[in-house]
């Protein structure tokens, strides 16, 4: 299998659908496409129209593309990252790996063009979380819940707005962002630094105010975020957890039990928002970002030094911040079907609290009920509420900001 073989077989994967995102090789099944989260087959020429485990080596050979250091991680780890690109077409980040001693292939299809907030419909208060000036930032959220995206749309704003100097530690590079207002370096793991504790490290050298980490993946790296925040610095990153709550058990996991109460102090300091990500599926198709933020106040602070209690819990302090633009998964949820955009079955199997998220349910449909009985006769109303979970000014936003310490 030569490179124009593969060009032409991933390129025939990517037009047989709109909105295709990821390509996966697995032995035994037809080439597989994703579109809105459901995978269909894509026909191949084989005697049994099946991936045989020879034909995705060689696929995989021809994306490494004779590198050593991604042969030594595949046979080291069983598994290995890279990125590919078909010129004039797309670029994908990869991730080839090992299933029952075979090679398999997911193929990631990146944006070629760099989203904004606007155009990813995320609520105002992204706009002034990228306003902070140290301390760390958290995107987390599942595989493919577009963290990604979301952090390349924040520092597309701060390009726009800020005369600064920002790097990023990427793994592989996803967004090339030009320099605007701001000058950026972007650097690739394996290619610009070994690994991301070392990269973030030398980065301090590197005059930045902001520094993006693709990944907080083990405790030194966190350590030299944490370190970096408290020096002056503004540290976006990610973590592969589902909510606040769940983030701040597994910065504390990464510590032993004699380290968890100065973790908690310096976590508590450092710590400015965690955006939590979801998609759900719309009604119309496609799918749905939903969200969960929660930023520092004096009470996020407090429960994160002493621990979560029976009337303290980290949900419990996003909701009651919704003045702050804070909110949790199930006010999204809700507003999404309030709006007529998510159906009642979404909404149920997507939500955190399902005994309290069926009771508002209810309550909305009775509302419903009324007022399509109070219509005129023959007319029924169905007015949809605008998906907006808090409508908030600059100056709630900046009088917060000076009162929550």
């Given at each position: 299998?030569d490179?124009?073989?593969?060009d032409?077989?991933?390129?025939?994967?990517?037009?047989?659908?709109?909105?295709v995102?990821?390509?996966?090789?697995?032995?035994?099944?037809?080439?597989?496409?994703?579109?809105?989260?459901?995978?269909?087959?894509?026909?191949?020429?084989?005697p049994?129209?099946?991936?045989t485990?020879?034909?995705i080596?060689?696929?995989a050979?021809?994306?490494?593309?004779?590198?050593?250091?991604?042969?030594?991680?595949?046979?080291?780890?069983?598994?290995?990252?890279?990125?590919?690109?078909?010129?004039?077409?797309?670029?994908?980040?990869?991730?080839?790996?090992?299933?029952?001693?075979?090679?398999?292939?997911?193929?990631?299809?990146?944006?070629?063009?760099?989203?904004?907030?606007?155009?990813?419909?995320?609520?105002p208060?992204?706009?002034?979380?990228?306003?902070?000036?140290?301390?760390?930032i958290?995107?987390?959220?599942?595989?493919?819940?577009?963290?990604?995206?979301?952090?390349?749309?924040?520092?597309?704003?701060?390009n726009?707005?800020?005369?600064?100097?920002?790097?990023?530690?990427?793994?592989?590079i996803?967004?090339?962002?030009?320099?605007?207002?701001?000058?950026i370096?972007?650097?690739e793991?394996?290619?610009?630094?070994?690994?991301?504790?070392?990269?973030l490290?030398?980065?301090l050298?590197?005059?930045?105010?902001?520094?993006?980490?693709?990944?907080?993946?083990?405790?030194?790296t966190?350590?030299?975020?944490m370190?970096?925040?408290?020096?002056?610095?503004?540290?976006?990153?990610?973590?592969h957890?589902?909510?606040?709550?769940?983030t701040?058990?597994?910065?504390?996991?990464?510590?032993?039990?004699?380290?968890?109460?100065?973790?908690?102090?310096?976590?508590a300091?450092?710590?400015?928002?965690?955006?939590?990500q979801?998609?759900?599926?719309?009604?119309?198709?496609?799918?749905l970002?939903?969200?969960?933020?929660?930023?520092?106040?004096?009470?996020?602070r407090?429960?994160?030094v002493?621990?979560?209690?029976?009337?303290?819990?980290?949900?419990?302090?996003?909701?009651a911040?919704?003045?702050?633009g804070?909110?949790?998964?199930?006010?999204?949820?809700?507003a999404?079907?309030k709006?007529?955009?998510?159906t009642?079955?979404?909404?149920?199997?997507?939500?955190?609290?399902?005994?309290?998220?069926r009771?508002?349910l209810?309550?909305?449909?009775?509302?419903?009920?009324?007022?399509?009985?109070?219509?005129?006769?023959?007319?029924?109303?169905?007015?949809?509420?605008p998906i907006?979970?808090?409508?908030?000014?600059a100056?709630?936003?900046?009088?917060a900001?000076?009162?929550?310490?």
């Open positions: 299998m490179r124009q073989t593969v032409a077989l991933l390129t025939g994967m990517l037009e047989s659908a709109d909105g995102s990821d390509l996966l090789f697995i032995s035994g099944k037809p080439p597989l496409v994703e579109v809105h989260g459901r995978l269909s087959d894509f026909p191949i020429d084989t049994e129209s099946v991936l485990p020879a034909l080596e060689q696929l050979g021809q994306i490494m593309n004779g590198s050593e250091r991604l042969r030594l991680e595949f046979s080291n780890t069983g598994s290995c990252d890279c990125s590919y690109a078909i010129d004039d077409l797309a670029r994908f980040r990869v991730n080839i790996f090992k299933q029952n001693g075979r090679h398999a292939i997911v193929m990631r299809k990146l944006q070629s063009k760099i989203p904004t907030l606007d155009v990813l419909g995320l609520p208060i992204f706009r002034e979380i990228v306003k902070e000036k140290d301390g760390i958290l995107l987390t959220g599942g595989t493919g819940t577009g963290k990604t995206t979301t952090l390349a749309a924040m520092l597309d704003e701060l726009e707005t800020q005369e600064i100097h920002i790097v990023t530690l990427e793994d592989p996803e967004f090339f962002h030009t320099h605007r207002k701001a000058a370096s972007q650097r793991l394996g290619k610009d630094f070994p690994n991301f504790a070392d990269g490290r030398a980065a050298r590197q005059a930045p105010k902001a520094i993006l980490v693709g990944e907080i993946r083990d405790r030194e966190l350590e030299i975020a370190t970096a925040s408290e020096t002056g610095h503004i540290v976006f990153s990610t973590l957890t589902i909510n606040a709550g769940q701040i058990n597994r910065i504390l996991g990464m510590f032993s039990r004699e380290e968890e109460q100065q973790l908690r102090q310096r976590l300091a450092t710590l400015r928002y965690v955006v939590s979801r998609l759900v599926g719309k009604i119309d198709g496609g799918r970002l939903v969200t969960e933020i929660m930023g520092s106040s004096l009470r996020t407090e429960t994160i002493y621990g979560e209690s029976e009337n303290k819990s980290f949900l419990e302090i996003i909701e911040g919704s003045s702050l804070w909110h949790s998964f199930d006010q999204s949820i809700m999404a079907f709006a007529g955009i998510i009642e079955e979404t909404a149920m199997a997507s939500c955190s609290n399902k005994g309290k998220l009771r508002e209810e309550l909305v449909q009775k509302q419903r009920g009324v007022a399509n009985e109070q219509a005129p006769s023959g007319l029924k109303l169905h007015i949809p509420e907006r979970i808090i409508e908030e000014g100056a709630a936003v900046a009088s900001r000076r009162t929550k310490s």
